[in-house]
């Protein structure tokens, strides 16, 4: 198999979080008192997974298509901006292989909530649920995660060139 057939990315986000904001993760309304700070909704979980396919696709990240400097990225739906992503990706001839992902936070608790997250993101990257795994953690009280100000995500993507069936030999 040679390079070109499938690459990996790594993403990585963080946001403060703050009372008054909506706390969105995985593009699903959670329920609790602060919600993450960001130009965008700041769902950390999404902008990881936006900047692992981005990565891996050797399009640079989040930032340089989505900038916080940008009028018309303020407020916005992270789910927009990952669906500009896998379309991104699909103009280099790549599309989602499978997703690994973990949040960090003290709370709330996140277990509850990836049922639905794996089935937003599903939907909104035109995959199966089994292509996507969200795991949650917490920081054992250590750092700014530890102290609840904020939250991160760490997402880890393949992609495969389309047309490639990797079960051939």
């Known amino acids: 198999m040679n390079g070109e057939l499938i690459r990996v990315g790594f993403g990585y986000d963080v946001h403060r979080l703050v009372e008054g904001r909506d706390l969105w993760l995985g593009g699903v309304k959670i329920e609790h ?10 769902d950390v979980l999404i902008h990881a997974i936006c900047d692992a396919l981005l990565g891996a696709a050797n399009m640079r990240d989040i930032g340089f298509h989505f900038p916080d400097t940008a009028s018309e990225t303020l407020n916005i739906d992270s789910k927009l901006l990952l669906e500009k992503t896998i379309a991104l990706i699909a103009t280099k001839g790549y599309r989602l292989g499978n997703i690994d992902t973990t949040i960090c936070a003290e709370q709330p608790k996140i277990n509850p909530h990836i049922p639905a997250m794996k089935a937003c993101l599903a939907r909104l990257m035109q995959t199966d649920e089994d292509c996507i795994s969200i795991k949650a953690t917490t920081n054992e009280r250590m750092g700014f995660v530890g102290r609840q100000e904020g ?7 393949l992609i495969v060139k389309r047309g490639t069936n990797l079960t051939e030999e």
């Open 151 to 157: 939250m991160a995500a760490y997402a880890t993507v």
């Open 33 to 42: 008192p602060e919600g993450l700070l960001g130009h965008s909704d700041a």
